[in-house]
């Protein structure tokens, strides 16, 4: 690897684990959707750095999962709006009550 | 001379990238939260342009920067700020914990080869592999990607 490399991957991996301490230390569902696109970055610098030895195919990926992820936030984002509508809350406390 | 530069700006771009992530997780107004996002995203496309992928550099600023993260600061704006709230900390800290170590370990410890930097792409072989060879997936993305924007409006408006 080189030092770019490095650096850019373990950035990334430091970058993974902070959204994943925010996906499990907040009760906000925002927050939570926020933590996750923390994660999502991380990812994309991952592929591309794992992947530099096929750019072609890294790009394509990148491209795909950017796609997708744009679609899971429209989703998630009217999820959250609906809900906010009915509960009046952006906490999860209303769905884990739901579920009982 | 020009290594030592792009070293030195993908360090810049990595640990202003590492402060932003810390500080959407941590800032109190999810407004802020979200238009910090939008400045990782810039980072992240930043960084893709030194290392080469200047197609997916212009695609996270078009579309995640420009489209996604745009939408998710309009709608928290919308919704409020947020306030106070309460951390869950031990939970949250062994999660974080759990992947440092575990992708630290896959990535660092992968068989992977890189190549150089930066890489050496061809728009016209990107855009033939995706019109031709990919051609199922991109029918199949879009069809997807259509669906899902429906399926958002009709649980927004409900």
Redo the contacts between chains.
């Keep these: 690897m080189e030092l770019i490399h490095v650096i850019v991957a373990g950035s990334a991996v430091l970058m993974a684990s902070i959204g994943a301490y925010g996906v499990a230390s907040s009760r906000n569902l925002v927050r939570q959707l926020l933590s996750v696109e923390v994660m999502f970055n991380a990812v994309i610098l991952l592929l591309l750095v794992m992947l530099s030895s096929q750019p072609s195919l890294a790009t394509l990926l990148t491209i795909v999962l950017i796609s997708v992820v744009t679609g899971e936030i429209v989703v998630v984002v009217a999820l959250l709006i609906s809900m906010y509508r009915a509960t009046r809350s952006l906490t999860s406390e209303p769905l884990q009550e739901a579920m009982v | 001379m020009a290594d030592s530069l ?2 030195s700006l ?2 810049l771009a ?2 202003l ?2 402060a932003l ?2 500080l ?2 941590y800032v109190r107004d ?1 407004i802020y ?2 238009g910090m ?1 939008a400045l ?2 810039g980072l ?1 496309a930043g ?2 342009a ?4 200047y ?2 550099a212009a ?2 600023i078009i ?2 920067v420009g ?3 745009m ?2 600061i309009i ?2 704006s ?2 409020g700020g ?1 306030g106070a ?5 031990p ?10 170590l575990g ?2 370990f896959v ?2 410890r ?1 068989p ?6 930066p ?4 728009v016209g ?2 855009a033939g ?2 019109l031709i060879r ?1 051609a199922p ?1 991109v029918i199949l ?1 879009m069809v ?2 259509a669906a ?2 429906i ?3 009709a ?2 408006r ?1």
């Design positions: 792009l070293i993908a360090l990595s640990l990238s590492l992530a810390f959407i997780v999810l939260a979200s996002l990782l995203g992240t960084i893709a030194l290392l080469g992928y197609l997916v695609f996270i579309i995640y489209a996604a993260v939408f998710i709608s928290v919308m919704l947020g709230e309460e951390r869950v900390n939970r949250g800290l062994l999660l974080g914990l759990v992947t440092l992708l630290g990535v660092f992968s992977l080869e890189v190549g150089s930097v890489v050496a792409i061809e072989e990107v592999e995706l990919y997936v993305l997807a990607l899902t924007i399926e958002a409006i649980v927004a409900r």
